[in-house]
Each structure stands twice: as structure tokens, then as C-alpha cells.
């Protein structure tokens, strides 16, 4: 009955458990010598009783009967176990691989030590990571198709072989998969359009969150529910021009930020928290908003006309320190600073634009450069230091902007060669990826040469 054979399978874990850790067990997998094909457990001064009946079932969900011996060898052992798996639908599995040579000074202290080792879990459980026999186990135990559906799917795992080999996640892509997402990216996009104009933003953003498309649109939607139910609660009709941008961003000072002209919803609040910050908004807000964009814009022109630099908030600084930095360079340049044609013609500042990235004073304390060519500043540092900053790194800068524009002219080239050749409707780099430009080229050089060798060989 079910009760005795689940004892058996009880009483078989635990004598594997005990052959593993036995001295010729644990020679095998840690010291590097080689196990005497003739030597039995018999003769390690280990006993375990001589066979054990155990079950395994079968991809089907019959349930097929097989028999080990313990006391035999390492390598007889281990083919057993190999033999009752692939017998019971694993296919593809390899003998059990021989342990490494190693020389004999550091062979002979390993021996000793693997011998005196106590019968220890941990290396019960090592033998098994290594050789898939966990995995083996609780298959057999979990009943057939629901553990597989429990399996982990290491497909999308950056961190795995598996996740890492393109080739590998090419060969294994579901069409059906593809068409399904495609649906949910459209059924997302739709969402955040009705969102988009029942509220007024100017645009939602919550692609920072990792959801999924699916997931996505059902947030949305639950944000449209509540625009139904609560629209004359609202303090405003219209949310225009803040944008709306949903993640987790718990370091925010405020839900309502007037200098970003950002709304911030945190996905795990309830729709009834989102309605106390919506209705945190007036009209009193939007005209703050709009004195506070203005006041940026008539700032930034005045840095503009002054150092020939394009401004750009960066992903650390606040809307409220950005704006300070600003006004605070502007009025330095009108007071204080120097005119530029004054200044010696070997910095080169007129030259051409640079950009200026501005982050968090914790962030950046002095300027640096980026590879794009961009000149990153802390929002604390004032006028002369960026002036003096600017004419220090402006020609080095320039020299980064033209290979940036030459890595750029080279990665569209062979994007456009790879969608032509690979029938691929899109290639694109993320620009928050910490993959370079280089890199995308070469690894795109690389599938084109596969995919050569592959048709010279069908031709």
C-alpha cells in the first residue's frame, strides 16, 4: 500500500544519505582519487543493508519498481541510479564523470582527510547538488506533472548558463509566448492611452517597476476604476502637464513633486492612498509648477548663452536641487563670472556644446568625466568650479562625443545587417544597459557568423 512504500522511500533516502558520506563516497568526490573499481563499501569498514526496492514514476505517471545495491562501488553505485532514471523517462544523462588527476602531494593529503571525515549532512548535500540527485528525489516524490510545473524555468536567468546563452534561449523560444506578450504589451499601452487622457497626464510611466505587461495593465486599469468611482473628488480636471510615474521609489521626498512635474504612485498602495495623493493636486499646484518650469527654463538659457553647455538633470539629483543648481549658476555667470571670450583660448569651452549632467552633491563631489563624452557636476559645486572644470576636461570630452558618434554610426550599421539577415523586426540598445555599444556589436557580429556557417553547411 502507500504507507509501506513511502516507508521504503524513507528508509532509501537515509541510507543514501548515509553512502554518501561514507570514506570511498567522499574520496570519489573531493579528494581526486580514483576508486578502486573492485573495492565495496564492505571493505571501507562501512555496512549498509545489501539491496532496497524503491519506486520511481515514470513522465507517463506509471510507477516502475527498481532495486539498488548499496554495497557496491562508487561508480556501480552512481550507474544505478543513472540506469533507474533514464529507465523512468530522464533522457540524455551521462555516465557519472571520473574524478580529476591531481598530484600526488596534494592527492595524498586530500585522502587522509576525506577519510577522516565524519558523516556529515553537508557533505551529503554537496554530493547531491553536483549530481543532480535532490533534483532527482523530489521529482520522484512529487508526483509527476505538478512538480515539474514547480520546477524552476532558468530561461530568462541572466545569472544561469542557460539564461546567458542566446543561442540556447533562441532555439527553445515559444512562438506562442512571443504572441502572447506582444498582446499584453498592447493591452498595456491601451490601458495607459484611456489613463493617460481620463486624468490629463501628460504621460505614465511604469516601466521601472520590472512588472509585466500583463500585470501592468491590470494596475491600470484598477487606476481607471477609481477615476470612475472618485472623479468628483478629484480637485482638478485635468492633471496636464504633470506626468504620472508608478514604482517603488520609497526614497521620494514627496508623492507631488512641482519642480519634476511628477505625480509618484507606489504600486502596492491602495487605490483609496493613490486618491488622497491625486487629490493633493490643485489648481494653485499646476500654476506653481508652471512658475517653476519657466523660471528653469529662463535659467538654463541664461547657462546656455554663458558657457555654451547643454543642462541635464541626472538620475541622483532632485528636481528641487537641479533647480537650485541652475538659478544659482545663472546667477553667478550674470554677477560674478567672467566673460568667456576672456578666459585663455587653449580651453576651448566655445568651441562646441558640451553637456552637463548635474547630480546629487552626495553623488558627485567633483567633476568627472563620462564615457559618452558628458562632464558630470554635483549639484553643490559653484560657479568657478564648474568654469574651471569645463576648460580642464572640454577637449578630452570632445575627443569621447566623436568615438561615441563613431560607436554609434558602426552598432546601426550592424543592427541594420542583423534584421536584414536574421529576420529580426527590431534590434535596439537599452540606454540604461550596462552593456556597451562595442559589445552589442560584437555580440551581433557573432550570430551573423553563425548564422553563415549555418547556411554554408545547408547549401
Known amino acids: 500500500d502507500d504507507a509501506s512504500v513511502r516507508k521504503r522511500q524513507a528508509s532509501l533516502m537515509q541510507a543514501l544519505g548515509d553512502r554518501f558520506s561514507s570514506p570511498d563516497f567522499l574520496s570519489y568526490q573531493a579528494s581526486g582519487l580514483r576508486v578502486d573499481d573492485h573495492e565495496t563499501a564492505s571493505n571501507t569498514n562501512v555496512q549498509f543493508n545489501g539491496h532496497h526496492t524503491y519506486y520511481l514514476q515514470r513522465n507517463d505517471g506509471r510507477s516502475m519498481k527498481h532495486t539498488i545495491r548499496l554495497n557496491d562501488t562508487v561508480l556501480k553505485v552512481l550507474e544505478q541510479m543513472t540506469k533507474a532514471l533514464a529507465a523512468s523517462g530522464v533522457a540524455g544523462l551521462p555516465k557519472p564523470p571520473p574524478p580529476p588527476e591531481m598530484p600526488t602531494d596534494v592527492a595524498w593529503k586530500r585522502n587522509a582527510e576525506a577519510t577522516n571525515a565524519t558523516r556529515t549532512g553537508?557533505?551529503?548535500?554537496?554530493?547531491?547538488?553536483?549530481?543532480?540527485?535532490?533534483?532527482?528525489?523530489?521529482?520522484?516524490?512529487?508526483?509527476?506533472?505538478?512538480?515539474?510545473?514547480?520546477?524552476?524555468?532558468?530561461?530568462?536567468?541572466?545569472n544561469s548558463n542557460r539564461g546567458s546563452s542566446l543561442g540556447g534561449f533562441l532555439l527553445d523560444l515559444n512562438l506562442a509566448d512571443i504572441e502572447e506578450r506582444k498582446a499584453s504589451r498592447l493591452d498595456a499601452t491601451a490601458a495607459a492611452l484611456v489613463a493617460r487622457r481620463a486624468y490629463g497626464f501628460q504621460s505614465i510611466d511604469g516601466t521601472g517597476m520590472g512588472w509585466s505587461s500583463?500585470?501592468?495593465?491590470?494596475?491600470?486599469?484598477?487606476?481607471?476604476?477609481?477615476?470612475?468611482?472618485?472623479?468628483?473628488?478629484?480637485?482638478?480636471?485635468?492633471?496636464?502637464?504633470?506626468?504620472?510615474?508608478?514604482?517603488?521609489?520609497?526614497?521620494?521626498?514627496?508623492?507631488?513633486?512641482?519642480y519634476g512635474g511628477v505625480i509618484r504612485l507606489h504600486p502596492a498602495a491602495t487605490p483609496i492612498q493613490w486618491l488622497e495623493i491625486l487629490q493633493g493636486v490643485t489648481e494653485e499646484s499646476l500654476a506653481e509648477l508652471d512658475k517653476n518650469q519657466r523660471a528653469l527654463r529662463a535659467n538654463a538659457q541664461r547657462v546656455q548663452d554663458g558657457v555654451n553647455v547643454k543642462l541635464k538633470r541626472g538620475l541622483t539629483c532632485p528636481s528641487i536641487e537641479y533647480h537650485t543648481f541652475v538659478k544659482r549658476?545663472?546667477?553667478?555667470?550674470?554677477?560674478d563670472g567672467e566673460p568667456l571670450e576672456d578666459r585663455a583660448a587653449s580651453s576651448?569651452?566655445?568651441?562646441?556644446?558640451?553637456?552637463?549632467?548635474?547630480?546629487?552633491?552626495?553623488?558627485?563631489?567633483?567633476?568627472?568625466?563620462?564615457?559618452?563624452?558628458?562632464i558630470r557636476v554635483g549639484s553643490g559645486m559653484d560657479g568657478s568650479a564648474i568654469i574651471n572644470s569645463l576648460s580642464r576636461l572640454s577637449q578630452e570630452a570632445r575627443g569621447r562625443v566623436a568615438e561615441r558618434k563613431e560607436e554609434v554610426t558602426r552598432a546601426k550599421e550592424v543592427i541594420a545587417l542583423a534584421r536584414a539577415k536574421l529576420g529580426l523586426s527590431w534590434v535596439y540598445h537599452e540606454t540604461k544597459s550596462t552593456v556597451t555599444l562595442p559589445e552589442l556589436v560584437k555580440s551581433l557580429v557573432r550570430l551573423l557568423k553563425i548564422d553563415s556557417l549555418r547556411n554554408q553547411e545547408v547549401l
Not at 520522484?140 to 530568462?156: N, P, V
Not at 500585470?215 to 480636471?237: C, I, T
Not at 549658476?329 to 554677477?335: I, K
Open 348 to 374: 576651448a569651452v566655445a568651441l562646441s556644446r558640451l553637456q552637463l549632467v548635474v547630480e546629487a552633491d552626495q553623488a558627485c563631489r567633483r567633476a568627472r568625466l563620462n564615457k559618452d563624452g558628458s
Open 329 to 335: 549658476l545663472a546667477t553667478w555667470l550674470d554677477d
Open 214 to 258: 500583463a500585470s501592468l495593465a491590470v494596475l491600470l486599469s484598477s487606476l481607471m476604476a477609481l477615476h470612475d468611482e472618485h472623479k468628483s473628488a478629484l480637485q482638478v480636471e485635468s492633471f496636464y502637464p504633470m506626468r504620472l510615474v508608478i514604482s517603488y521609489d520609497d526614497d521620494a521626498t514627496t508623492n507631488v513633486d512641482l
Open 122 to 158: 553537508s557533505a551529503a548535500s554537496e554530493f547531491n547538488r553536483m549530481h543532480g540527485i535532490i533534483w532527482a528525489a523530489s521529482r520522484a516524490s512529487g508526483g509527476g506533472t505538478e512538480a515539474r510545473r514547480q520546477e524552476i524555468d532558468h530561461k530568462y536567468d541572466v
